[in-house]
């Protein structure tokens, strides 16, 4: 099992402003995927991009990912102030057999 | 998309009893359910995966007579804290994998346990 790094550890920005987080791991993936933790809560599946995608959307988020780097980044765009969260990303091999988490972006979004 | 019930939200305890966690797919079976705990600032960390109608898998360092894990139906995990100590104060968190396998976790709200 793997986990990803992610960087930065901490980003403050105003509301309306993009936020982006990076996320690099160590060995071949079938997926990635990012989470979201709002304090003291469960964790919210965002958006999953396979291999052999290059970047992917979901509403204001864009995820990108460069097998060839191994690494991943999430920008969300006008940024409100309830996307304040921790974010983590969860490369997943296939075979392993859980979710392995690191420690996550600490987003705050001033209003 | 699917949900995960988990409960209690909150619980806090005396040293010395035990603490009964619970954790529902509420509109899918899972099969396999992983629970986690985090403390302040840090990240998930992997407890054990309980699997239903089989014993629990713990990962390393985690005791499994403190911590038993029993899944007893296609949607319902338990995690009970036996004998918790102040130490045990932690958020557990539980979640389950979609139908897609691990394509997709599903977690509960997740559990504040304070011990006093």
């Known amino acids: 099992s793997q986990q990803g790094e992610e960087d930065p550890q901490a980003l403050s920005i105003q509301e309306g402003e993009n936020a982006t987080m990076n996320c690099s791991y160590k060995t071949s993936i079938n997926n990635l995927q990012w989470y979201r933790q709002n304090s003291g809560r469960g964790l919210v599946h965002l958006i999953l991009?396979?291999?052999?995608?290059r970047e992917k959307h979901s509403g204001r988020l864009r995820v990108t990912l460069d097998t060839s780097k191994k690494s991943s980044s999430l920008l969300i765009t006008a940024s409100r102030a309830a996307d304040t969260a921790s974010y983590f990303c969860v490369p997943y091999g296939g075979s392993q057999g859980n979710l392995i988490f690191g420690k996550g972006t600490k987003l705050s979004v001033k209003p | 998309g699917a949900v995960v019930s988990q409960h209690p939200s909150r619980v806090i305890c005396k040293s010395g009893t035990s603490v009964k966690i619970e954790c529902r797919s509420l509109d899918f079976q899972a099969t396999t359910m992983f629970w986690y705990r985090q403390f302040p600032k840090q990240s998930l960390m992997l407890m054990a995966t309980?699997?239903?109608?089989?014993?629990?898998?713990?990962e390393q360092g985690v005791e499994k007579d403190k911590f038993l894990i029993n899944h007893a139906s296609l949607t319902l995990s338990t995690l009970t804290v036996t004998s918790a100590h102040p130490e045990d104060s932690s958020f557990y968190i539980c979640s389950a994998p979609g139908t897609g396998g691990l394509t997709e976790a599903f977690f509960g709200q997740g559990t504040r346990l304070t011990v006093v």
């Open positions: 309980s699997n239903e109608g089989s014993k629990a898998t713990y």
């Open positions: 991009i396979r291999s052999n995608e």
